[in-house]
């Protein structure tokens, strides 16, 4: 195979990786994990792949590409394949105060430990040594799960252990980032030890991964110094919750979530997850996410109240899940109106109409993109005006030409 159509190349040179992790995970001793500015997670090669491990990368990689297939379920051109839409919460008053919205995703977890269906879970909680970034940790009890509950806008490769993780012998339930769950599922697919290993699989509702700068830029808003510094979190204790660093004289500096995550993180997004099909986990079995009420005019509402919870139960193993968290006592559930999804998730609605015009000026410039089939792109296009799709494409395409350009200087 020519070393430019390796997919590994193709993955970094179109600055197309997620970062989950899944190739240095499957091939330990040949890729591993490090952090490449401006502070992203990317796959460093210690030794070449072999072509039937090449084939074997490129059948499981999100960077590369997408398969969604309906099976009889609702099939939302936005939202994916599901087969109920309701709000919940946690009934545990602390769980669901330190979860980023109702702790329903930290709730479905203690239940799945509680219940003998999982022995463990594979989640992100935040590194001691660097309080803005991500760690990847295996809880087993409450206390684990409170540990990692709430939104990390960071950095993570939970799959960057699944060799360890397959070796353990242990089920786990895993939580990950949509495209974690898109290599985990596709790997769970062809090997059954991954999924005898990984019974169930969750996720949330991802606006794009931030670069460790951002955090860092976070900290500089607040007048808080990286080295004072003791703990930090994005968001929860609340809802939406602040962005606050602990420092270690006790002291506390805070911003809100709309200054935190609208000024700052979000403009530190990664390229792929602006081309990125599926913010929203439809390859997951259960996904969370934040059930915001609106305004007059449809906006999100971000004044701090308790929190809800957006559960989309997307496979029958999901839905029977929720249904016994729902009788154990660790769920309570309301109904939802699927119609008011696009108002609360502005941003996961105008990626996905973006996204045709974005992937068309890529195209455009040369620049190698994802593999997206049964995503309803053009569906999705469709819902956009012609104008608004046009500054997509003309605003990808400025980027794409500005990367070529400094490319060849």
Same mark, same amino acid.
């Given at each position: 195979?020519?070393?430019?159509?390796?997919?590994?190349?193709?993955?970094?040179?179109?600055?197309?990786?997620?970062?989950?992790?899944?190739?240095?995970?499957?091939?330990?001793?040949?890729?591993?994990?490090?952090?490449?500015?401006?502070?992203?997670?990317?796959?460093?090669?210690?030794?070449?792949?072999?072509?039937?491990?090449?084939?074997?990368?490129?059948?499981?990689?999100?960077?590369?590409?997408?398969?969604?297939?309906?099976?009889?379920?609702?099939?939302?051109?936005?939202?994916?394949?599901?087969?109920?839409?309701?709000?919940?919460?946690?009934?545990?008053?602390?769980?669901?105060? @330190?979860?980023?919205?109702?702790? *329903?995703?930290?709730?479905? &977890?203690?239940? /799945? !430990?509680? $219940? +003998?269906?999982?022995? #463990?879970?594979?989640?992100?909680?935040?590194?001691?040594?660097?309080?803005?970034?991500?760690?990847?940790?295996?809880?087993?009890?409450?206390?684990?799960?409170?540990?990692?509950?709430? @939104?990390?806008?960071?950095?993570? *490769?939970?799959?960057?252990? &699944?060799?360890? /993780? !397959?070796? $353990? +012998?242990?089920?786990? #339930?895993?939580?990950?980032?949509?495209?974690?769950?898109?290599?985990?599922?596709?790997?769970?697919?062809?090997?059954?030890?991954?999924?005898?290993?990984?019974?169930?699989?969750?996720?949330?509702?991802?606006?794009?991964?931030?670069?460790?700068?951002?955090?860092?830029?976070? !900290?500089?808003?607040?007048?808080?110094?990286?080295?004072?510094?003791?703990?930090?979190?994005?968001?929860?204790?609340?809802?939406?919750?602040?962005?606050?660093?602990?420092?270690?004289?006790?002291?506390?500096?805070?911003?809100?979530?709309?200054?935190?995550?609208?000024?700052?993180?979000?403009?530190?997004?990664?390229?792929?997850?602006?081309?990125?099909?599926?913010?929203?986990?439809?390859?997951?079995?259960?996904?969370?996410?934040?059930?915001?009420?609106?305004?007059?005019?449809?906006?999100?509402?971000?004044?701090?109240?308790?929190?809800?919870?957006?559960?989309?139960?997307?496979?029958?193993?999901?839905?029977?899940?929720?249904?016994?968290?729902?009788?154990?006592?660790?769920?309570?559930?309301?109904?939802?109106?699927?119609?008011?999804?696009?108002?609360?998730?502005?941003?996961?609605?105008?990626?996905?109409?973006?996204?045709?015009?974005?992937?068309?000026?890529?195209?455009?410039?040369?620049?190698?993109?994802?593999?997206?089939?049964?995503?309803?792109?053009?569906?999705?296009?469709?819902?956009?005006?012609?104008?608004?799709?046009?500054?997509?494409?003309?605003?990808?395409?400025?980027?794409?030409?500005?990367?070529?350009?400094?490319?060849?200087?």
């Amino acid at each position: 195979m020519p070393a430019s159509r390796k997919p590994l190349n193709r993955v970094l040179s179109g600055n197309l990786c997620a970062g989950c992790g899944a190739c240095a995970g499957m091939f330990p001793d040949k890729l591993a994990m490090e952090m490449s500015p401006p502070g992203f997670l990317r796959p460093k090669q210690i030794a070449p792949l072999t072509e039937v491990e090449d084939d074997r990368l490129a059948s499981f990689c999100p960077a590369l590409g997408q398969t969604i297939e309906a099976q009889g379920r609702t099939d939302d051109i936005l939202w994916g394949p599901y087969l109920e839409m309701r709000t919940g919460w946690s009934t545990d008053p602390d769980l669901r105060f @330190s979860g980023a919205s109702g702790g *329903a995703l930290s709730g479905l &977890l203690l239940h /799945l !430990l509680e $219940s +003998g269906e999982v022995d #463990a879970v594979v989640q992100i909680a935040a590194s001691a040594d660097t309080p803005i970034a991500n760690l990847t940790v295996i809880s087993t009890d409450r206390a684990g799960i409170l540990a990692g509950a709430g @939104s990390r806008y960071a950095p993570s *490769a939970p799959l960057a252990q &699944l060799g360890e /993780l !397959l070796a $353990s +012998g242990q089920r786990y #339930a895993f939580v990950g980032k949509p495209c974690d769950v898109v290599a985990l599922r596709a790997l769970a697919n062809d090997k059954p030890e991954v999924a005898a290993a990984f019974p169930i699989m969750l996720s949330f509702f991802c606006a794009g991964v931030p670069s460790e700068t951002g955090g860092r830029e976070v !900290l500089a808003a607040i007048g808080a110094e990286p080295e004072m510094v003791a703990r930090f979190r994005y968001r929860g204790q609340g809802w939406p919750g602040r962005a606050t660093a602990v420092l270690k004289d006790g002291s506390e500096r805070s911003m809100t979530y709309h200054d935190s995550w609208g000024g700052i993180l979000s403009k530190h997004v990664q390229h792929r997850c602006k081309i990125c099909a599926d913010g929203t986990g439809k390859a997951a079995d259960i996904v969370c996410a934040d059930a915001w009420e609106s305004d007059a005019a449809g906006y999100p509402v971000f004044d701090e109240a308790e929190g809800i919870s957006l559960i989309v139960n997307r496979t029958e193993l999901g839905g029977r899940v929720l249904k016994d968290a729902v009788a154990a006592g660790r769920i309570e559930t309301a109904t939802f109106d699927v119609e008011q999804l696009a108002a609360i998730q502005p941003g996961q609605r105008e990626r996905r109409r973006a996204l045709l015009a974005r992937l068309l000026a890529l195209r455009l410039t040369g620049q190698p993109i994802p593999r997206y089939r049964g995503l309803h792109l053009w569906g999705a296009a469709r819902q956009n005006p012609t104008l608004r799709n046009l500054k997509n494409f003309l605003g990808m395409l400025r980027r794409a030409l500005r990367h070529c350009l400094s490319e060849k200087g």
